[in-house]
C-alpha cells in the first residue's frame, strides 16, 4: 500500500486541476468574458508568427463575406437549360 500512495497522491491532485479547469472554463463560457480577449490575442501571435496563415485567415474570411448569386426564382427557366 505504501507504493501506491504517490500514485494516488498524483492521481487524486490531477483530478482537483481538471476539476477546477473545468469549472473555470463554465464560468467563462456562461459569463462571456473570453471571447474578444483571447481571440485578439491569437490574431495577434498568428500575424506574429504565422504571417501566411495569417492571410489565409483574413482570406478566408472576405471570401465567406462575399455574396453568392442566386438562381432564378423561375422553375421553367430551370428545366429548359437541362434539357
Not at 464560468?27 to 473570453?34: E, F, K, L, Q
Not at 474578444?36 to 492571410?55: D, I, K, V
Not at 483574413?58 to 429548359?80: F, M, N, Y
Request: overall charge positive.
Amino acid at each position: 500500500m505504501d507504493a501506491l500512495l504517490p500514485y494516488l497522491v498524483l492521481a487524486g491532485g490531477l483530478a482537483v486541476v481538471m476539476a477546477a479547469f473545468t469549472w473555470l472554463a463554465l464560468r467563462i463560457r456562461r459569463r462571456g468574458t473570453a471571447g474578444g480577449g483571447l481571440g485578439g490575442a491569437l490574431a495577434a501571435y498568428e500575424e506574429a508568427f504565422r504571417a501566411t496563415s495569417h492571410a489565409a485567415h483574413h482570406e478566408i474570411r472576405a471570401q465567406a463575406d462575399r455574396k453568392t448569386p442566386t438562381g432564378s426564382p423561375d422553375p421553367l427557366r430551370t428545366r429548359r437549360k437541362r434539357g
